[in-house]
């Protein structure tokens, strides 16, 4: 165990990991022109697109834990990059529709190629990706995410 890690809370430990993630993620990313924030919207966008769903901004924002502002402004990045076009929903004359280019596509793609290296590497000590203890981890993350968390609550009680 590392020295970091000795006497550590959970919520550290899982800050620490999703540090060290996002950092391998954007370091390996980089080559292809692209942040760790844009990769997880392109990679989402591009797991939607398989399905044959053009997610709107706010639909993309729900999907990948990021603030709709944000996705916002990366789409638009991402958009004068060509990697991405934005269309107004024909149901919803409001809201934006996403969907990748041809380009963006092809550098997703590479993109997906390089994360899920990295993904090899940091499951390995698990017994790798598709191992039980993996899988296990991943159930767990899902329980996780799917706890609510309302801070909310926490500061009424204390005020009461």
């Not at 430990?13 to 080559?31: C, G, I, Q, T």
Request: with cysteine; charged share 25%; glycine share 8%.
């Amino acid at each position: 165990m590392s020295e970091a890690a000795e006497g550590a809370t959970a919520g550290f430990l899982v800050w620490r990991l999703s540090m060290k993630w996002r950092v391998a993620v954007d370091r390996a990313v980089a080559p292809l022109g692209l942040t760790h924030a844009q990769y997880a919207l392109l990679a989402s966008l591009y797991g939607m697109g398989r399905t044959g769903e053009r997610p709107s901004q706010r639909r993309l924002a729900d999907h990948t834990g990021l603030e709709p502002l944000y996705v916002s402004k990366l789409a638009r990045a991402l958009e004068a990059a060509g990697l991405l076009a934005r269309t107004r929903d024909p149901g919803d004359p409001r809201a934006m529709q996403l969907t990748l280019t041809e380009q963006g596509c092809d550098v997703t793609r590479r993109a997906i190629t390089v994360v899920q290296g990295l993904l090899d590497q940091m499951l390995e000590p698990l017994g790798g990706q598709h191992g039980p203890h993996a899988r296990r981890l991943t159930h767990d993350l899902v329980t996780l995410l799917d706890a609510p968390l309302d801070p909310h609550t926490e500061n009424e009680k204390e005020q009461s």
